[in-house]
């Protein structure tokens, strides 16, 4: 016999209710207006960058920036695939059995968490000053360990690393935690054993790998 859904589960089921093929495209247009905006603040904090762009020198970077706005889509549903099978898989060598569709779907729907960084970027730089650089609005990342120490304060082998060492990542897990709780009906202290072994452990594996094969 299914247990009952508790009422936070039951809540969140409630809200998160709706067509994810519709959502998945307004999520990724966020993103894609987000970086547009974003890229071209970049552009214009880069000095006389006005004169540089009627001559062309920003060909390369505007080529990047278009592959990269097509790549989006496809890194996102990348993204969704690793994380669900991350959390299907660690489920499984805990012992608790989850539809890796739902998994999957709830992937899509935490992804909204990390609209959010990229919009507080947007709104910082939203007018800069003569004396911010374009280097400065790139790698800003808003409420991070590297934003809280200073990009100048820390060695640029541990800049990715600080920076995603943040709270939305904090965020991210706890949302988690009630989604597989929704999914899978076990209580929220095992569902956080699942999301620290299917998420923060291979997130901490990844940036300590990072750091130790980065080559500035």
Known sequence: ???????????????????????????????????????????????????????????????????????????????????????????FMIGYKVPYKELWQFALIAELVFVFPELIRLLVYIAPDSSVTYMEIDEYRPLSLLALLGPVNVSPQFHYAFATINIFEIMYGILWMYGFHMISRRPLSQSAIVVAISYFLPLAIWLTWYIMVYRG
Do not use: C
């Open 1 to 91: 016999m299914a247990k009952t859904l508790s009422p936070e589960a039951q809540r969140l089921k409630d809200l998160i209710d709706f067509d994810k093929r519709i959502y998945f495209f307004v999520l990724v247009f966020l993103f894609l207006l987000i970086r547009y905006l974003t890229n071209s603040l970049i552009i214009e904090a880069i000095p006389d960058s006005q004169n540089l762009e009627a001559r062309g020198d920003f060909m390369i970077f505007h080529i990047f920036n278009a592959l990269n706005y097509l790549w989006t889509p496809f890194a996102l549903l990348w993204k969704f695939t690793v994380i669900a099978f991350l959390f299907w898989l660690g489920a």
